[in-house]
């Protein structure tokens, strides 16, 4: 009886033992297979092993590996669940914790993902990706705002398992989905892409789309673009030998690359050729011709880019295309900046997910001004979503278009409409000396979005009335002969019609010293500039520029103190630069000035076709020898502030005229009250002429 019941508890944990051998090997099995086919990019088959190890046995790597691949087949739920459980793991790295925050973006747990983006951000400031992704979170009222600025509804293609990324072609358009026949893809186990064309009926339904004749192949073949003239395509495609066997890098990785093909003389397009600039070792997709045909852009991953997939471009120059050239930092982010459409010859839309975005992939729109390209501009909800959104293309009457999203959970195509929600803007110009309305007054209006602009002046009222585009950053250029120039921005964001939007504009009158004034005086008792010469300190007594100081130990004055705003002075065509205190014998940019100075740094900007000179007086107290150093370095760190805050240093100089331009009578041995002197003490500018262009 003993013997047995030792038996037992022998056998028992030997059972035990055996059985917990078996699970552990099938999870190793699992795990193995897992890691296999996540490392040959079949995301699928990763997924379904690396479930089943981890019901079996928790591994943090087969975790990370399974939310990544969830996030790459654009399952945000599940990857989101998964970074979630991997989160308590200690050896997670910020690139894991940056993909669990899109994964909460493209969920809507928004709070959530700020949390995190800011903890990567403490670690790691300099990542210009996080920054984005992170003030997108803080500004989602902001990027979600406008939502009446478009219209969108799906566009329903018989039999189309999924559709993507549509041209215009002729009547109708071609677009990319799965042909639903032949090999599947083993990145998404859906069936390789082909190339469809489908046209629209009279009541708004689509015909049965058709295969395009000649292109499709076995593999991808997708995200087209149709040359202005309609006789070149170029496309995305797995990389083919000629035989047509798929073919791949030394890493065995298939890339896609572009191919071309030319429409032949029967009206069919010819067998497509690889375009001579791509590389198996790196991805070439979708392309997007210019109206004219001579540029095409497309998104790759070759060297030389910031980091994932950005857009290049290739010029076509006596029929051959050029070596790529990268759109450089201001398109592309550290993320992937892929599927580029143009729309005119100046706007480029473009998908990211590493500049702002409300979740997944966000439509951005960057437009040519001057040759380079602007700071992208992220387009406003409904055409964004927490999904991924892309491939957005407009009509000829650039009134609407299409474009693609997986906001229901697969890849569909949708039609989009501008919604006219103009604002009612007007605006009135008078000079700020004399308060006066300003007729004849040109005004710029640049819509910041798009580059576009208007000029119009105003009436004998000093008015225009006129209307800007709802969700728009404008920027107001008001140009009158006599006057400064002044620049302005006014923002539509948030308005939405019925009340017009008001501004007021007031220009200051401008008066050139030598050129309106024959009578110039040309007294110089000091060059300027003469740098540093010490502090003089407490100078036998030296009352230096103080209110009333009769000795060197006071705390310190208030020094300079100009008038009350940008207008003329008791001197015609001298302007006081106002409330610019000092202290005692210094002469560093007090905190309580600088926004008195950053007014001057706009005025000056404004008007970088002027030259301007910085002054600065001292009282008569004090030596003429210490006023005129002191009034030196303080007129020189005023010009010095203007150029750090990007005034061109061209355009400024600066000169100390210490006690030599009193503007009253309270010179060495007349007694004054301390309002007289004060009077003296000022820091001011004049406008000495025109740059030469």
């Known amino acids: 009886m003993n013997s047995m019941k030792i ?42 092993f690396f479930e089943k190890s981890l019901k079996k046995k928790d591994n943090a790597p087969a975790r990370r590996m399974l939310a990544e691949s969830y996030l790459l087949t654009n399952n945000f739920t599940k990857a989101a669940e998964q970074y979630e459980q991997a989160a308590n793991y200690t050896d997670n790295s910020d690139a894991d914790r940056i993909n669990y925050g899109k994964a909460l973006m493209a969920v809507g747990k928004y709070d959530e993902a700020k949390g995190i983006f800011e903890g990567v951000a403490s670690r790691d400031g300099s990542n210009m990706m996080v920054k984005e992704l992170l003030l997108s979170c803080k500004k989602m009222n902001d990027l979600i705002a406008d939502s009446l600025s478009y219209s969108v509804e799906p566009v329903s293609i018989p039999n189309a398992i999924g559709a993507y990324s549509p ?63 309609g006789q070149t395509m170029i496309f995305t495609r797995s990389f083919q030998l000629n035989a047509g066997a798929l073919s791949g890098n030394k890493g065995n990785v298939s890339n896609v690359q572009l191919y071309t093909s030319k429409m032949g003389a029967d009206g069919n397009w010819e067998k497509p050729t690889l375009v001579p600039f791509s590389d198996p070792t790196s991805m070439y997709a979708h392309p997007a011709f210019s109206p004219d045909g001579a540029t095409l852009y497309f998104a790759s991953d070759m060297e030389g880019g910031r980091g994932g997939m950005d857009i290049w471009s290739a010029k076509l120059v006596d029929n051959n295309w050029s070596a790529p050239v990268n759109l450089g930092p201001e398109i592309n982010s550290n993320g992937d900046d892929v599927f580029p459409t143009i729309k005119g010859a100046d706007s480029l839309y473009f998908s990211s997910d590493g500049h702002k975005s409300i979740g997944g992939m966000d439509v951005n729109l960057s437009v040519k001004r001057g040759g380079k390209w602007s700071s992208p501009e992220h387009i406003s909800y409904p055409i964004n979503t927490a999904a991924d959104d892309f491939g957005m293309i407009w009509n000829k009457a650039g009134n609407g278009g299409y474009l693609s999203s997986d906001r229901t959970g697969s890849d569909k195509i949708y039609k989009f409409k501008a919604e006219n929600t103009n ?72 308005s939405q019609g019925g009340k017009a939007l008001k501004k007021v504009v007031e220009l200051p009158e401008l008066y050139v010293t030598g050129k309106d004034d024959p009578k110039k005086d040309d007294t110089t008792s000091n060059s300027g500039d003469k740098g540093d010469k010490g502090d003089k300190g407490d100078n036998k007594g030296d009352k230096g520029d103080t209110k009333g100081d009769k000795g060197g130990n006071n705390k310190g004055d208030k020094g300079d103190k100009g008038g009350n705003g940008t207008g003329s002075n008791k001197k015609q065509g001298t302007y006081p630069v106002p ?35 910085i002054q600065s007086h001292c009282d008569c107290r004090g030596s003429d020898e210490y006023n005129e150093d002191l009034s030196s370095k303080r007129a020189k760190a005023v010009v010095d502030y203007l150029v750090k805050k990007g005034v061109p240093r061209s355009i400024m100089v600066s000169k100390g005229y210490g006690e030599s331009k009193l503007l009253n009578n309270c010179t060495d041995g007349v007694l004054c009250s301390e309002d007289k002197h004060q009077e003296n003490r000022r820091t001011e500018f004049i406008v000495t002429g025109k740059k030469k262009k």
């Not at 599947?184 to 295969?211: C, H, I, M, Q, R």
């Not at 040109?442 to 208007?454: A, Q």
């Not at 205190?581 to 002469?587: I, P, R, S, V």
């Open 7 to 48: 038996n037992t508890h022998i056998l028992k944990p030997f059972f035990i033992l055996l059985i917990v051998g078996l699970i552990s090997g099938c999870a190793s099995i699992n795990l193995k297979n897992g890691r296999e086919a996540y490392e040959n990019y079949k995301y699928q088959d990763a997924i379904y």
């Open 167 to 229: 041209v215009m072609y002729k009547n109708g358009i071609i677009f990319s989905s799965p042909s639903g026949k032949g090999e599947k893809d083993p990145y998404t186990n859906n069936s390789f892409a082909n190339l469809f064309y489908t046209t629209e009926n009279s009541d708004g339904t689509w015909g049965v789309p058709v295969e395009i004749a000649n292109v499709n192949g076995r593999y991808h073949d997708a995200v087209a673009a149709i040359s202005p003239g």
């Open 423 to 494: 604002i009612p803007f007007e605006m009135m110009v008078t000079g700020k000396d004399s308060g006066l309305p300003l007729g004849g007054v040109k005004v710029t209006i640049k819509n910041l979005t798009d580059g576009t602009e208007k000029i119009l002046f105003t009436d004998g009222n000093g008015m225009i009335k006129t209307e800007l585009q709802a969700g728009k950053e404008y920027q107001l250029i008001s140009e009158l002969e006599g006057y400064f120039k002044n620049t302005d921005l006014v923002s539509t964001k948030g």
């Open 579 to 613: 409330n610019i205190y000092w202290d005692y014998n210094e002469w560093t940019i007090r905190e309580d000035a600088i926004p008195y100075l950053d007014n001057l740094v706009k005025l000056f900007r404004d008007n970088e076709d002027l030259k301007f000179e």
